[in-house]
C-alpha cells in the first residue's frame, strides 16, 4: 500500500506516522511528502529517510481550482492508496475531496464538532471546556465536518494557555494518527454515512 502525507509546515504528525510505520514495519510505504510550502521544515525530515518530496507552491496559483488540480496531479504521480492531510493549511475543492472520497484522513485539533476551523485551543480556552482533544476524520467538501475515526482527549487545566495546552494535545496526535492510519492501511475501517467502525478495536 501508498500513503502520499501532505503537510504546510512543522510535520510532526507525519515524522509520527513514518516513525511509527518504520518501528511497526507497516505493509505500507510513505510514497510521498507533499508541501505548498518550499520552506516546510518537514520536507527535511521526510528527505532524510529517503522519502521523495515534492513542493506545489500555492501562492504561485492563480485560483484554487488551478492549484488543487496541480496538487492532484503531483498526488497521483505516486498512486496513493491514502491521502493523509497532516497540518496541512489549505481549504480543499470540492473537486479535488470527491477523488480522494473515502481515501483522504485529516487530524484537527480539537474534539469535533466542536471548534472547527483555526485557534481551536484559544477557542476552548475561550469557552471554559474541562476536556479538549484532537480528532482524525475522512475529509468531506465541509470543513472539519467528515466521518469520525479516532478522538483522544486531554484534561484542560487551571493554568493552561494555548502554548501549553497545544503541546499536550499534540502528544495525543502523535499517537492516534499513526494507529488510525495503520488500521485505513489494514482495511480495518469502514464508513457508513457518518459512522466509522474499526474492526477488533
Ligand atoms: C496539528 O496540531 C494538527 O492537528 C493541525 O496542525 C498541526 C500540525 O502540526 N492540523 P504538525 O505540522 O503535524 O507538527
Known sequence: KKIVILISGR?????????????????????????NKADAAGLAFAASHGIPTAVVVSKEFSSREAFDSALQQKIDEFEPDLVVLAGFMRILTPAFVAHYAGRMLNIHPSLLPSFVGL?????????????????????????DHGPIVAQAAVEVLNNDTE???????????????????????????????????????
Do not use: C
Open 11 to 35: 510535520g510532526s504528525n507525519m515524522q509520527a506516522i513514518v516513525e511509527t510505520s518504520i518501528a511497526q514495519q507497516w505493509p505500507a510505504q510513505i510514497a510521498a511528502v507533499i508541501s
Open 119 to 143: 485557534h481551536t485551543h484559544q477557542q476552548a480556552l475561550d469557552a471554559g471546556v474541562k476536556l479538549h482533544g484532537a480528532t482524525v476524520h475522512f475529509v468531506t467538501a465541509e470543513l
Open 163 to 201: 502554548d501549553s495546552l497545544s503541546q499536550r494535545v499534540l502528544r495525543q496526535e502523535h499517537i492516534i494518527y499513526p494507529r488510525a492510519v495503520r488500521q485505513f492501511i489494514e482495511g480495518k475501517i469502514s464508513v457508513s454515512g457518518h459512522h466509522v467502525t474499526i474492526a477488533d478495536a
